[in-house]
C-alpha cells in the first residue's frame, strides 16, 4: 500500500460541491485521505488530493461506508459556550505556525478568548515542547475535518494509553526515544508502550506543482499490521519514524538566511500529514507523527527563532505525547462535542480545503488571518453568508472579532466610518 498526492485541474467555474469532489476524486479509483486548493488560474481551479492505494488490502476499506467528502449538515449553533478551531495547515510555509511550532504562542492567545480551542498537531509540536493551554484539545487534522463536516463527534478523554512505533535498526537513537518516551511517562503521567518496527515504511519527501511539501509513502502495509497486532489495547498512536529527506534542500531549510526564511516551506510537514490522516482514517484513533533524527544532518549556530526549537532535541517527540495524551476520542456526531458546537473557525488567508467548505454549507463563521503562506486562494469569490466571513490583519486582531462574535455585535458598528442603515426597496 502506498499514499500519494496527485494534482487535478477542473474548470474554475465549477462549484465546489462534496457530491463533485467525491465522484471526482473517485474516478481515480483510490481513497481519497485528505484535500486542498492550491489556487487557480484564469480558466482552471488547481485540486491536490491525497490517495491511499487500496490494493491488495481492500478488506481494510470494506467497513468504511463514507468518504472524506460526506456531509451532514448541523441543526443549529450551541451558543452556551464559545468553542474555536485553530488551523495553520501544514507544509504551506505559513508566516507564523508553518516551521517549529511557532504558533504556540499564537495558540495560546486565541484559547484565552473562547472555552475551548480545538486545534492540531501542526499548530503547537515543537520538538520537546508543547504550551497548549488546559482547555486546548489536541485534534490530528482529518479528524478536524471529518468534525466540521459532521461526520463525527469530539469526546474529551481523562488520559489515553499511547502505542509508540518507532523504526528498528535503521537508526542510532532508538535509546533516545526509549528515554523521550520515559521522561514523558514521570513528567506527564502518560501511560505508553514502544514497539520496534522491524520492517521500515518508505517516506520520502517531494513538492507539489504549487510548492506545497508532500512526498509519497510506500510500504505501508508494515506499519498498518503494526497497529493490527497491538492497537486493540491502546487509545491513541504515536509515530517515530525515519524518513527520507533531500540533504541540500533539508540543510538550506534550517540554516538559510532570514530572508529566505519568510517564504521557506517546512520539507517534512507534508509527509507527516499525509502518514497521520491515513492511520487516523483506517483505525480511527488519534495519530501524531515525530520524524527520527537523521544522522547526517548537524545543526549549528543561532537558528532564526522559528526553527530555534530543533537544536534542543534529538528526539522531537515529547511534544506529541503530550498532546496525545488528553487528545479526544472519535465517537459519533450524537457524542461529545459536534460540529453544532463550533462558534468560528480561524484559518490562514488564501487557504482553501475541506473545513473551510464545511464551514460555509454549515454557517459557522471564518476568521481568515493575514499569515503570509503559498496558497493562492481568494476567499472572496466563495459563497460565504452575510457576517459569516471576517479577514484579519494578525492574530490580535482576530482575537478582537472573536470577541465581537461572541456578544453578538455586528463588526461594522465598531469600525469608522460607519455607513448609513440601509433602506430595503
Same mark, same amino acid.
Given at each position: 500500500m502506498?499514499?500519494y498526492?496527485?494534482?487535478?485541474?477542473?474548470?474554475?467555474?465549477?462549484?465546489?460541491?462534496?457530491?463533485?469532489? =467525491?465522484a471526482?476524486?473517485?474516478?481515480h479509483?483510490?481513497?481519497?485521505t %485528505?484535500?486542498?486548493?492550491?489556487?487557480?488560474?484564469?480558466?482552471?481551479?488547481?485540486?491536490e488530493?491525497?490517495?491511499?492505494?487500496?490494493? /491488495?488490502?481492500?478488506?481494510?476499506?470494506?467497513?468504511?461506508?463514507?468518504?472524506?467528502?460526506?456531509?451532514?449538515?448541523?441543526?443549529?449553533?450551541?451558543?452556551?459556550r464559545?468553542?474555536?478551531?485553530?488551523?495553520?495547515?501544514?507544509?504551506?510555509?505559513?508566516e507564523?505556525?508553518?516551521?517549529?511550532?511557532?504558533a504556540?504562542?499564537?495558540?495560546?492567545?486565541?484559547?484565552?478568548?473562547?472555552?475551548?480551542?480545538?486545534?492540531?498537531?501542526?499548530?503547537?509540536?515543537?520538538? !520537546?515542547?508543547?504550551?497548549?493551554?488546559?482547555n486546548?484539545?489536541?485534534v490530528?487534522?482529518?479528524? $478536524?475535518?471529518r468534525?466540521?463536516?459532521?461526520?463525527?463527534?469530539?469526546?474529551?478523554?481523562?488520559a489515553?494509553?499511547?502505542?509508540?512505533?518507532?523504526?528498528? /535498526?535503521?537508526?542510532?537513537?532508538?535509546e533516545? $526515544?526509549?528515554?523521550?518516551?520515559?521522561?514523558?511517562?514521570i513528567?506527564?503521567?502518560? =501511560?505508553?508502550?514502544?514497539?520496534?518496527? @522491524?520492517?521500515?515504511?518508505?517516506?520520502?519527501?517531494?513538492?507539489?506543482?504549487?510548492?506545497?511539501?508532500? /512526498?509519497?509513502?510506500?510500504?505501508m502495509?508494515?506499519?498498518? @499490521?503494526?497497529? !493490527?497486532?497491538?492497537?486493540?489495547?491502546?487509545?491513541?498512536?504515536?509515530?517515530?519514524?525515519?524518513?527520507? %529527506?533531500?540533504?541540500?534542500?533539508? %540543510?538550506?531549510?534550517?540554516?538559510a538566511?532570514?530572508?529566505?526564511? =519568510?517564504?521557506?516551506?517546512?520539507?517534512?510537514?507534508?509527509?507527516?500529514?499525509?502518514?497521520?490522516?491515513?492511520?487516523? @482514517?483506517?483505525?480511527?484513533?488519534?495519530?501524531?507523527?515525530?520524524?527520527?533524527?537523521?544522522?547526517?544532518?548537524?545543526?549549528?549556530?543561532v537558528?532564526?527563532?522559528?526553527?530555534?526549537?530543533?537544536?534542543?532535541?534529538?528526539?522531537?517527540?515529547?511534544?506529541?505525547?503530550?498532546?496525545?495524551?488528553?487528545?479526544?476520542?472519535?465517537?459519533?456526531?450524537?457524542?461529545?462535542?459536534n460540529?453544532?458546537?463550533?462558534?468560528?473557525?480561524l484559518?490562514?488567508?488564501?487557504?482553501?480545503?475541506?473545513?473551510?467548505?464545511?464551514c460555509?454549507?454549515?454557517?459557522?463563521?471564518?476568521?481568515?488571518?493575514?499569515?503570509?503562506?503559498?496558497?493562492?486562494?481568494?476567499? =472572496?469569490?466563495?459563497?460565504?453568508e452575510?457576517g459569516?466571513?471576517?479577514?484579519?490583519?494578525?492574530?490580535l @486582531?482576530?482575537?478582537g472579532?472573536?470577541?465581537?462574535?461572541?456578544?453578538?455585535?455586528?463588526?461594522?458598528?465598531?469600525?469608522?466610518p460607519i455607513?448609513?442603515?440601509?433602506?430595503l426597496?
Open positions: 502506498r499514499v498526492n496527485k494534482e487535478i485541474r477542473i474548470n474554475k467555474e465549477q462549484k465546489l460541491s462534496f457530491e463533485y469532489l =467525491d471526482l476524486t473517485r474516478e479509483g483510490e481513497f481519497a %485528505r484535500f486542498i486548493v492550491s489556487g487557480c488560474d484564469d480558466k482552471y481551479r488547481f485540486l488530493v491525497d490517495f491511499l492505494e487500496a490494493s /491488495g488490502s481492500n478488506s481494510r476499506f470494506a467497513a468504511k461506508q463514507h468518504g472524506i467528502f460526506t456531509f451532514r449538515r448541523r441543526d443549529c449553533e450551541n451558543t452556551s464559545f468553542n474555536a478551531v485553530l488551523i495553520i495547515p501544514t507544509g504551506i510555509g505559513c507564523i505556525g508553518g516551521h517549529e511550532g511557532d504556540n504562542a499564537v495558540s495560546r492567545l486565541v484559547a484565552s478568548a473562547c472555552d475551548t480551542l480545538i486545534t492540531h498537531p501542526n499548530v503547537v509540536n515543537s520538538t !520537546d515542547y508543547n504550551e497548549m493551554t488546559e486546548t484539545l489536541y490530528e487534522g482529518s479528524i $478536524i475535518t468534525f466540521l463536516m459532521g461526520q463525527v463527534g469530539l469526546q474529551r478523554v481523562r489515553n494509553r499511547i502505542l509508540t512505533l518507532v523504526d528498528k /535498526g535503521a537508526l542510532r537513537y532508538n533516545e $526515544i526509549r528515554n523521550a518516551v520515559s521522561t514523558a511517562r513528567t506527564i503521567g502518560i =501511560d505508553s508502550d514502544i514497539f520496534e518496527m @522491524e520492517k521500515l515504511t518508505s517516506c520520502k519527501v517531494g513538492l507539489s506543482k504549487s510548492g506545497r511539501a508532500v /512526498g509519497a509513502l510506500d510500504d502495509e508494515n506499519l498498518f @499490521e503494526a497497529i !493490527d497486532k497491538y492497537g486493540a489495547c491502546y487509545q491513541a498512536i504515536a509515530l517515530s519514524t525515519h524518513i527520507e %529527506r533531500d540533504t541540500a534542500w533539508y %540543510r538550506e531549510y534550517f540554516n538566511s532570514r530572508e529566505y526564511q =519568510d517564504v521557506a516551506v517546512n520539507p517534512t510537514g507534508g509527509i507527516e500529514a499525509m502518514m497521520t490522516h491515513a492511520v487516523v @482514517e483506517l483505525f480511527n484513533k488519534p495519530c501524531a507523527h515525530a520524524p527520527a533524527p537523521q544522522k547526517d544532518i548537524q545543526h549549528h549556530g537558528f532564526e527563532p522559528r526553527l530555534a526549537p530543533v537544536s534542543g532535541s534529538i528526539r522531537h517527540i515529547h511534544c506529541l505525547l503530550k498532546g496525545l495524551h488528553k487528545s479526544p476520542g472519535i465517537v459519533s456526531y450524537e457524542k461529545g462535542l460540529a453544532e458546537d463550533v462558534s468560528c473557525v484559518i490562514p488567508d488564501g487557504c482553501v480545503g475541506l473545513p473551510v467548505l464545511a460555509i454549507e454549515q454557517g459557522i463563521p471564518i476568521i481568515a488571518v493575514r499569515n503570509r503562506n503559498i496558497m493562492k486562494n481568494d476567499l =472572496d469569490e466563495l459563497d460565504f452575510h459569516k466571513f471576517f479577514r484579519a490583519d494578525n492574530y @486582531e482576530a482575537v472579532i472573536m470577541h465581537m462574535l461572541k456578544q453578538g455585535i455586528a463588526l461594522d458598528t465598531v469600525t469608522r455607513g448609513h442603515t440601509r433602506i426597496k
